[in-house]
């Protein structure tokens, strides 16, 4: 039984540069969720899907940020035209819908993306 | 709007005091709550979850209680350890949100 898992570990780029991140959730887990988190502050929440269906997204979401999840299992997250203040711990957890028979929704985190603009 | 605030932002204390942490919710309507702890440059690992009616949950040294009435969960510690040095966050699920709404955290250093 694996975790979340999410690739890179690590991202340093240059301002206005694209990245991507990836998130592998726990294969049953039909709920995924994106957040941000800066130092010393909890995690922000930024967006999540249930199955392949993206239901909401935060404000702090610019246009600039788009986040997919095709086929309901992986997903990715865009940053493009990135910018100092992108400089962030981005996580990612999967769960199972609320609503279902037994279900908790306890999220499960994965160890982030920390992303670095220069 | 669920806001959550958690008290004290720093704790540091000698190791074997038996410890408290707040955390208090502005809606009650919750669904759930989790507590997570988390070390640096790493990802949060869940401690407990409280089901919104339960009162407490209990897992080792670590023991999590639930006010919906005033707002309020509270994470106890005993006999804290230089190993529980870390931050810890309180997060609460709103059903009506569908998301979890954390507070900033209670970073604790336990010295030998």
């Known amino acids: 039984d694996t975790g979340v898992s999410q690739d890179p570990r690590h991202k340093i780029t240059k301002r206005g540069q694209n990245v991507t991140f990836r998130c592998d959730p726990i294969?049953?887990?039909?709920?995924l969720y994106w957040y941000r988190q800066t130092l010393g502050q909890g995690p922000e929440f930024l967006t999540y899907f249930q199955n392949e269906a993206q239901l909401e997204k935060s404000r702090l979401l610019s246009d600039r940020f788009s986040a997919e999840r095709p086929k309901g299992s992986f997903s990715t997250l865009e940053i493009q035209r990135t910018e100092q203040g992108d400089s962030a711990m981005y996580l990612c957890a999967s769960s199972l819908g609320i609503g279902l028979a037994a279900n908790t929704g306890e999220l499960f985190f994965g160890e982030g993306s920390r992303l670095t603009v220069l | 709007k669920q806001e959550v605030t958690q008290i004290p932002a720093a704790l540091s204390v000698p190791e074997g005091e038996n410890l408290v942490l707040n955390c208090s919710f502005t809606d009650s309507a919750i669904y759930n709550l989790q507590w997570f702890r988390q070390d640096p440059g790493k990802g949060l690992t869940s401690l407990l979850l409280?089901?919104?009616?339960?009162r407490e949950q209990t897992s080792g040294r670590l023991n999590a209680s639930l006010d919906k009435s005033s707002g309020r969960s509270t994470l106890y510690i005993a006999a804290s350890q230089p190993g529980d040095s870390a931050t810890y966050l309180c997060?609460?699920?709103?059903?009506?949100?569908?998301?979890?709404?954390f507070g900033a955290g209670t970073r604790l250093a336990v010295h030998p």
């Open positions: 409280i089901q919104s009616s339960q």
């Open positions: 997060a609460a699920f709103s059903g009506g949100y569908n998301k979890l709404i």
């Open positions: 294969s049953e887990h039909n709920r």
